[in-house]
């Protein structure tokens, strides 16, 4: 099963390379091979290795300090810098903005994590109070070409933005998904330079965000490579859709 969606993920990826980022692959699923394609060579922040805050229920809660996070490192511009509004997004290290708040659900709500098990989400901006109705940015000082994660609580719009903060101007930039489904955008080029996520003005937790700065489409050097793969892909496609009858 999952030969057949890597072979479908792969024919996408090169319509990309053979047209333009306007033709970006945005997913928004449960299928397990979809999503592992998706997380292929790609870093996965699980927040599993911070301190989380034991929740019940969502219902608005101060995050003491030792439960927010902003980066693993802001001074490394190799990765994502998290933030709830506030934060210079040209230099996220000089101004970090609010942090999110890490969360470690029990009770009734034990099962609403995707890795073992902290979850994460906004705080309203300049204050300490989670699930309410705060966003989430996140900052990629080197631009990566995809992003995701998996919507464990709520539903959630992910944007992506260039450089300046501000929203991409050509091809697939957004997408919603509600809870127990992954979303995301793999561009084919490094262009997203970071992303907000809102809730609508209802709380919202995520787990396993994904991103990539690889771009799978630059080994592709010509329309008769790509007619090559295509062909390679679409055979694969055969294979597998005959092995499945």
């Not at 290795?49 to 019940?56: A, N």
């Not at 709830?84 to 969360?103: D, E, Q």
């Not at 992003?147 to 539903?155: A, D, E, L, S």
């Not at 903060?165 to 490094?190: P, Y």
């Amino acid at each position: 099963m999952h030969s057949f969606w890597a072979a479908r993920y792969l024919i996408a990826l090169l319509a990309v390379g053979a047209s333009s980022v306007g033709h970006a692959i945005t997913i928004n699923t449960t299928d397990p091979g979809v999503i592992s394609t998706f997380q292929t060579g790609a870093a996965i922040e699980t927040f599993d290795t911070l301190s989380g805050l034991s929740i019940t229920s969502y219902a608005s809660v101060a995050v003491p300090a030792g439960n927010q996070f902003s980066s693993r490192n802001l001074a490394n511009p190799n990765l994502p810098a998290f933030n709830s509004g506030g934060a210079t997004f040209t230099n996220p290290a000089a101004n970090p903005g609010t942090p999110i708040g890490i969360f470690d659900p029990a009770g009734a709500i034990a099962a609403e994590f995707r890795s073992a098990n902290n979850v994460a989400g906004p705080l309203e901006v300049g204050s300490d109070q989670a699930f309410g109705a705060g966003f989430m940015e996140v900052i990629f000082l080197n631009a990566v070409s995809k992003v995701g994660f998996w919507v464990t609580h709520g539903t959630v719009q992910l944007i992506l933005k260039d450089t300046s903060n501000t929203n991409l101007a050509s091809g697939d930039f957004t997408v919603t998904g509600n809870q127990g489904f992954f979303i995301g955008i793999d561009r084919g080029v490094a262009d997203i330079g970071g992303i907000t996520l809102i809730g609508g003005n209802v709380s919202f937790t995520i787990d396993d965000f994904t991103s990539s700065a690889s771009t799978p489409t630059a080994t592709v050097p010509d329309v008769g490579s790509t007619l090559s793969l295509l062909g390679m892909a679409f055979a694969g496609l055969t294979w597998c859709a005959r092995r499945r009858v």
